[in-house]
């Protein structure tokens, strides 16, 4: 597809031109394929960690919660993904951006829902609706405290972003924690008889759960590596389709959940109740902070890579503002926290087309796809080791994305000491969760995230320590 087949030079850089409705509607649907897996993880990965997810009792009933939860990913990414492409009044940049369920957030929310199920959803949807708020208020200042976020402290909190996942990658590309913990009590109660250890029995980290696993990443790698153009960007996604492939042949992967999933459905707001819990709220309030400017760059990108030019404080302003509000909307319904998806803004730079309306078209696609719980099911189906071979690259690059942010930074003294404390004692603390074991709840959730220590003490320390400290 050609870009002369789709409109000229000029009209390519128009956020408001819409293309022929024959190429308009693929390049729409193209946008929801590179966010598709992104978006809809997170939501298994939190479930995951509340008990509700694979290997829980809710198997036997097709996974409801959080079959519901991978559909509100998919409605609110789209309906958030409207506010930025269509807007209301001053919300939404009027841009082609789309929004999806962020990773940024998760390191705070698996504390917050360990072993809870249901019961720690309600605390956590409230803390989505709040954050969101605070997150819609940021627009009036975000460009007052973009100085506060250099690149070292930028960088550091995506890395740690990645950090915090990586763990989690690898537990599901082994078979996912209920497996591992089966193995763990089969392991210590055969010691404990004195008897031979059954590893037949055991499955968590076979061959049988690795290969999978290892067919994602090496198809991933390969495509990310060998093809150019949208090949590249839908990498991990074509990786999944080959590795859930092998998982069916190898007799991994069952349908029941579709064959009990409903047609269509409409959202249920609070569906789990409406619960304040002061860590939770902490946390997502900060970590709007760092989203907010992350949007900031990703409104600038957009402009400066479609259409040549610098994004107006108007379409910063508005972005902002449809971030919170879409994330406040999703946290009633029973969303997770949503922003704007990098990786799509640069499928706009690689395919030049800057029409916000192509992407109206996507979030459509999302919306419809959210409103359909066998498309949820269907999700569902995919191994917990195939996703983990997915996750596992994902979470490698938000890694290499923080490491090629702090490659922007003058390493004189002065900032190594800042990195090398920040990182250090909020790692350690993530690694190392028993050595606050003696505080409150809302303390441990908010420290062992390995996120806000990092944050907070990169951010204080630059600000505090003046630069000729380095020299």
Not at 143 to 164: C, K
Not at 356 to 366: N, S
Request: net charge neutral.
């Amino acid at each position: 597809m050609t870009s002369s087949a789709i409109g000229t030079p000029d009209q390519l850089r128009d956020p408001d031109y819409l293309p022929p409705l024959a190429q308009a509607v693929p390049l729409g649907i193209q946008h929801v394929l590179a966010m598709f897996v992104s978006n809809v993880t997170p939501a298994i990965i939190v479930c995951g960690a509340a008990g509700i997810g694979f290997g829980s009792d809710q198997g036997a009933l097709g996974f409801p919660d959080m079959t519901y939860m991978i559909q509100m990913s998919m409605l609110f990414a789209g309906i958030a993904t409207l506010l930025q492409t269509i807007g209301i009044g001053p919300v939404g940049a009027r841009l082609p951006i789309v929004q999806g369920t962020s990773f940024a957030f998760v390191p705070i929310m698996i504390p917050a829902v360990a072993g809870l199920g249901t019961a720690g959803l309600g605390g956590l949807m409230t803390g989505v609706l709040l954050g969101g708020v605070f997150h819609f208020f940021l627009g009036f200042i975000v460009g007052r405290i973009r100085y506060a976020l250099p690149p070292l402290v930028t960088g550091l909190i995506v890395l740690m972003i990645g950090l915090a996942l990586v763990k989690v990658g690898i537990q599901y590309a082994a078979g996912g924690v209920p497996a591992m913990e089966a193995g763990m009590r089969a392991i210590a109660e055969a010691r404990a008889a004195g008897t031979p250890v059954d590893w037949s029995t055991i499955t968590f980290g076979s061959f049988n759960q690795w290969l999978p696993a290892l067919v994602v990443i090496l198809v991933t790698l390969a495509i990310k590596f060998f093809t150019r153009g949208f090949l590249a960007v839908a990498a991990v996604l074509i990786g999944i389709l080959a590795g859930y492939a092998v998982a069916l042949a190898m007799g991994q992967v069952s349908f029941t959940a579709i064959e009990r999933a409903g047609v269509f459905a409409l959202p249920n707001p609070f569906r789990w109740g409406f619960e304040f819990n002061a860590a939770i709220v902490i946390g997502m309030c900060f970590m709007a902070i760092v989203s907010a400017i992350e949007t900031v760059g990703d409104v600038s990108g957009i402009a400066k890579g479609g259409a040549g030019r610098e994004a107006t404080d108007t379409e910063i302003q508005g972005a902002t503002f449809a971030d919170g509000a879409g994330t406040a909307v999703a946290g009633i319904f029973g969303a997770l926290p949503n922003t704007s998806f990098s990786q799509n803004v640069g499928l706009i730079a690689m395919t030049g087309v800057m029409s916000r309306h192509v992407v109206t078209i996507g979030a459509i696609f999302l919306i419809f796809c959210g409103l359909i719980p066998k498309v949820g099911a269907a999700i569902n189906t995919v191994p917990i080791n195939v996703l983990g071979g997915g996750v596992v690259v994902m979470f490698g690059m938000v890694c290499a994305a923080g490491v090629n942010m702090l490659s922007e930074v003058t390493w004189n003294r002065r900032n190594m000491v800042i990195f090398a404390t920040a990182l250090s004692i909020s790692l350690g603390l993530q690694l190392v969760p028993e050595a606050l074991q003696h505080m409150g709840r809302t303390a441990q959730i908010l420290l062992t995230s390995g996120l806000l220590p990092a944050a907070a003490i990169a951010i204080i320390l630059n600000l505090a320590l003046p630069e000729d400290l380095g020299d």
